[in-house]
């Protein structure tokens, strides 16, 4: 069993950054792929970026160049920098973890305004 918890979101203005931590507990972290997806108003829910057990990462095309993934296994907590912010980055954003199963943090809210 994981359990994610997830903060850092907020109200940013259109090109500002935010970071976002979500923290594990409950299992082995480092073992993980972990995950941040988001799921804006009527939409449905999307990958953002993830990140392996080994470090390897990959980006949604919308946010390569903008947002950065990263791990710390010794806190069991997984990152996202968030720069260069658009109106369209505003959702709801969720951790994942999943190895055999997937678990899911219960999300924070990202608002970007224009």
């Known amino acids: 069993q994981v359990q994610l918890v997830e903060s850092g979101g907020g109200l940013v203005q259109a090109g500002g950054s935010l970071r976002l931590s979500c923290a594990a507990s409950?299992?082995?972290?480092?073992?993980?792929?972990m995950g941040w997806y988001r799921q804006a108003p009527g939409k449905q829910r999307e990958l953002v970026a993830t990140i392996t057990s080994g470090g390897s990462t990959n980006y949604a095309d919308s946010v390569k160049g903008r947002f950065t993934i990263s791990r710390d296994n010794a806190k069991k907590t997984v990152y996202l920098q968030m720069n260069s912010l658009k109106p369209e980055d505003t959702a709801v954003y969720y951790c994942?973890?999943?190895?055999?199963?997937?678990?899911w943090g219960k999300g924070t809210l990202v608002t970007v305004s224009s």
């Open positions: 409950g299992s082995i972290f480092r073992i993980y792929t």
């Open positions: 994942n973890a999943q190895l055999s199963n997937s678990y």
